[in-house]
């Protein structure tokens, strides 16, 4: 079955410079969620989107932004990067219908560090 | 605001003995209650899902159980084993996003 595809796995930046991840929900998923996990953290919820548009809006500092596209896959931006930004960064997805309700299936993962 | 709260941090066993893994959360307004593993800088495995709905999910030598109510849940591992070392989270599903705990790191000693 599909899975939850994110790009790249790893990235490694400079401090102040820009990077972009990628999402790719489960097929007939609407709903995407961005989380950060920093080492030896548990993770924490960034952003969502459902249906392209945001739903929910957690600790995402003010220098990411992200969106979700037409065909749902979602892009988080981040800029002006700091060494604090060195995490993994899961996507997930649900199937989220009209109640909220969700069973989210996560991605692998993308490792971000930033020298 | 949702807090999840899980106990112990850490656990270390004998193999072959009964894991019991806690997890409690302060509202009870939720839909759904997973609980994951995790290796060390690895991705998150969904090990079992409780729907509000339900009281317990089984799966193999796995059994979680919730008691929504009192806002916990508990994750039962039977006869375990080296390979089961790991990182147990539970997270908790309100609207439009899911909470995590801290989990709870967990080694099997040979």
């Known amino acids: 079955a599909a899975g939850v595809i994110q790009s790249p796995r790893h990235l490694i930046k400079e401090k102040r410079e820009t990077a972009t991840l990628k999402c790719y929900p489960i097929?007939?998923?609407?709903?995407v969620y961005w989380y950060q996990q920093g080492p030896g953290q548990d993770p924490q919820f960034l952003i969502s989107?459902?249906?392209?548009?945001?739903?929910d809006k957690g600790s995402i500092p003010d220098r990411f932004s992200a969106q979700q596209f037409s065909d749902y896959h979602s892009e988080l931006n981040m800029s002006s990067l700091e060494l604090g930004d060195s995490a993994l960064y899961f996507c997930?997805?649900?199937?989220?219908?009209?109640?909220?309700?969700?069973?989210?299936?996560f991605g692998a993962g993308s490792r971000l560090t930033v020298l | 605001k949702q807090e999840v709260t899980q106990i112990p941090a850490a656990l270390s066993v004998p193999e072959g003995e009964n894991l019991v893994l806690n997890c409690s959360f302060t509202d009870s307004a939720i839909y759904n209650l997973q609980w994951f593993r995790q290796d060390p800088g690895k991705g998150l495995t969904s090990l079992l899902l409780?729907?509000?709905?339900?009281r317990e999910q089984t799966s193999g030598r796995l059994n979680a159980s919730l008691d929504k109510s009192s806002g916990r849940s508990t994750l039962y591992i039977a006869a375990s084993q080296p390979g089961d070392s790991a990182t147990y989270l539970c997270a908790v599903s309100g609207d439009y996003k899911l909470s995590f705990g801290a989990g709870t790191t967990v080694t099997v000693r040979a």
């Open positions: 097929p007939r998923h609407d709903t």
């Open positions: 997930a997805s649900s199937q989220t219908g009209l109640s909220g309700a969700n069973v989210l299936t």
């Open positions: 409780i729907q509000s709905s339900q």
């Open positions: 989107f459902y249906e392209k548009m945001q739903s």
